[in-house]
């Protein structure tokens, strides 16, 4: 079992920038386990999209909507994934939702922190 506790979300006015935190908690078989980190976002009445994500080898992966905007990075000393988000714009407001994978194929979901960006 991996636990996921999120931070960082909030309020921003547009061309803002918030940094959205994930730690990892768990047994130490199942942290050594994980190999994808990343962040997925939900925005009201539509469905669940990629934000970007990052592996174990700290190969990236964003979506077109996010890239040369957002980075996301990884401390795996701290079992953390961090996702910078600069030139923030009213359509990413979200909830953003951390998630991992374990090489075993189990997913693992955070309970989502909400980033609202203002016009």
């Known amino acids: 079992q991996v636990q996921l506790v999120e931070s960082g979300g909030g309020l921003v006015q547009a061309g803002g920038s918030l940094r959205l935190s994930c730690a990892a908690f768990g047994s130490s078989f199942s942290i050594l386990s994980i190999n994808v980190m990343g962040w997925y976002r939900q925005a009201p009445g539509k469905q669940r999209e990629l934000v970007a994500h990052?592996?174990?080898?700290?190969?990236?992966n964003y979506a077109n909507s996010v890239k040369g905007r957002f980075t996301i990075s990884r401390d795996n000393a701290k079992n953390t994934v961090y996702l910078q988000m600069n030139s923030l714009k009213p359509e990413d407001t979200a909830v953003y939702l951390c998630?991992?994978?374990?090489?075993?194929?189990?997913?693992?979901w955070g309970q989502g922190t909400q980033v609202t960006v203002s016009s």
């Open positions: 998630y991992v994978n374990r090489i075993q194929g189990y997913a693992y």
């Open positions: 990052i592996n174990s080898g700290g190969s990236t």
